[in-house]
T-cell receptor
């Protein structure tokens, strides 16, 4: 199994709603990521979990709350979002997350994304 | 912050033509990755490069890790309509305290005219 599965594919929510994005991988990867992507722009890193612990938070507003229940699952909880938060949210995983490791350690496998629209 | 300069920004070519795109930086990288992204989908890895000078092919795609470690190129031969999409380079920096974060280029949008 070489896939990263994201649900839902599309999500429309109001600014007062609470919703969650979910991500799952069964490749035995120990690093999982959330990226935000605007149209025709590169992915922007939001969070990195390494061995189920939050390693990187790229100064993301607290209305985005990540959670890693186990090594295969990654969630992104959404609350009180703004219209400018509308974007494609990508989950990714890699064998590990660290500098200077062997070839392939940080190669990302992306999911298909969750298209979020905030009204 | 660190930047990857990816060019060209966009290309509109005739089916059957060859395509070349590249990424350059003033910083040194220890890994170069090339991804393709179709509309509404996540990026898909095309080629991964780990050594300076490495030349790797994947079907009609060929990519090279520059000798200086500061650049990489991707070539597509005999383009076909399904090559349409956005191509991103990504690199992992060699710096003290490097945490493994990947730096992405701004993307090259490829359109192929049948």
């Amino acid at each position: 199994d070489t896939e990263v599965t994201q649900t839902p594919k599309h999500l429309v929510m109001g600014m007062t709603n609470k919703k969650s994005l979910k991500c799952e991988q069964h490749m035995g990867h120990r690093a999982m990521y959330w990226y935000k992507q605007k149209a025709k722009k590169p992915p922007e890193l939001m969070f990195v979990y390494s061995y189920e612990k939050l390693s990187i938070n790229e100064s993301v507003p607290s209305r985005f709350s990540p959670e890693c229940p186990n090594s295969s699952l990654l969630n992104l909880h959404l609350h009180a979002l703004q219209p400018e938060d509308s974007a494609l949210y990508l989950c990714a995983s890699s064998p590990r997350y660290s500098g200077g490791l062997g070839a392939g350690a940080n190669v990302l496998t992306f999911g298909a994304g969750s298209r979020l629209t905030v009204l | 912050g660190q930047q990857l300069n990816q060019s060209p920004q966009s290309m509109f070519i005739q089916e059957g033509e060859d395509v070349s795109m590249n990424c350059t930086s003033s910083s040194i990288f220890n890994t170069w990755l090339w991804y393709k992204q179709d509309p509404g989908e996540g990026p898909v890895l095309l080629i991964a490069l780990y050594k300076a000078g490495e030349l790797t092919s994947n079907g009609r795609l060929t990519a090279q890790f520059g000798i200086t470690r500061k650049d990489s190129f991707l070539n597509i031969s005999a383009s076909i309509p399904s090559d349409v999409g956005i191509y991103f380079c990504a690199g992992q920096l060699i710096v003290s305290g490097n945490t493994g974060k990947l730096i992405f280029g701004q993307g090259t949008t490829l359109q192929v005219k049948p």
